[in-house]
């Protein structure tokens, strides 16, 4: 038996999930210190997308964000972030997002 899911629902899912993941990007956006906000900036700016929108980066660059993500949003995360390449996105894709507020609020 099959139940069927429409899609609204996994929309909303979906939205507050973003809604989550925004609210603590704005929780760190206001706690985060001028050095480390300096140094995240440095790092995300070598970092590229290609044609289709999905992130370039080499593993030393995720793993010199990885300190700054342990800091400011989850401790628990180890340095084996390359199993599946979901966990580096992640996190890549966090501070990513975490400079743009950080430079949309600045100017």
Same mark, same amino acid.
């Given at each position: 038996?099959?139940?069927?899911?429409?899609?609204?629902?996994?929309?909303?899912?979906?939205?507050? %999930?973003?809604?989550?993941?925004?609210?603590?990007?704005?929780?760190?956006? @206001?706690?985060?210190?001028?050095?480390?906000?300096? @140094?995240? @900036?440095?790092?995300?700016?070598?970092?590229?997308?290609?044609?289709?929108? %999905?992130?370039?980066?080499?593993?030393?660059?995720?793993?010199?964000?990885?300190?700054?993500?342990?800091?400011?949003?989850?401790?628990?995360?180890?340095?084996?972030?390359? *199993?599946? *390449? *979901?966990?580096?996105?992640?996190?890549?894709?966090?501070?990513?997002?975490?400079?743009?507020?950080?430079?949309?609020?600045?100017?």
């Amino acid at each position: 038996m099959v139940i069927p899911i429409s899609s609204k629902t996994l929309n909303i899912v979906r939205q507050k %999930n973003n809604q989550k993941i925004m609210n603590n990007i704005e929780r760190v956006a @206001e706690t985060i210190s001028l050095d480390d906000q300096l @140094e995240i @900036e440095k790092i995300t700016n070598q970092i590229t997308n290609d044609a289709r929108g %999905n992130i370039q980066y080499n593993r030393t660059q995720a793993l010199n964000l990885l300190p700054f993500f342990q800091k400011y949003f989850d401790k628990n995360v180890t340095t084996s972030i390359f *199993g599946c *390449g *979901g966990c580096a996105k992640k996190l890549v894709r966090t501070m990513k997002q975490l400079t743009t507020h950080l430079n949309g609020k600045t100017k």
